[in-house]
């Protein structure tokens, strides 16, 4: 059984910094692509980072770019979402993603990612 798991969440002030851990089982994502997407109440699902699974190519949401860093360790079969200069804005739950499929671009659509974590609170004060 395939699963992803979150962890890393938590309070932080306006301007701090976070770091997301995803860690994946049942089987390996060294060749898919992987993202980060976050929720807050009332709002759609919206993408947050991507990475390709040649670690080449990664995309990110224009609000967080410059800020936010995904990367990901093909040997731990993790991806990780650095956040720094963390602003109120960025309160959400965050869901790790990866594809089903091998060899996947770094995708900012939702409906391209097979499998997802349960989530993990970010709580940004100001």
């Known amino acids: 059984q395939v699963q992803l798991v979150e962890s890393g969440g938590g309070l932080v002030q306006a301007g701090g910094s976070l770091r997301l851990s995803c860690t994946a089982s049942?089987?390996?994502?060294?060749?898919?692509?992987m993202g980060w997407f976050r929720r807050t109440p009332g709002k759609e699902r919206e993408f947050v980072a991507a990475?390709?699974?040649?670690?080449?190519?990664?995309s990110y949401l224009d609000t967080v770019k410059g800020r936010f860093t995904i990367r990901r360790d093909d040997y731990k079969n993790t991806v990780n979402l650095q956040m720094n200069s963390l602003k109120p804005e960025d309160t959400a739950v965050y869901y790790c993603?990866?594809?089903?499929?091998?060899?996947?671009?770094?995708?900012?659509?939702?409906?391209?990612?097979?499998?997802w974590g349960q989530g993990t609170q970010v709580t940004v004060s100001s």
């Open positions: 049942g089987r390996s994502f060294r060749n898919t692509a």
């Open positions: 993603a990866a594809q089903g499929v091998e060899g996947g671009s770094a995708s900012s659509m939702d409906r391209a990612y097979a499998y």
């Open positions: 990475i390709d699974w040649s670690r080449h190519s990664s």
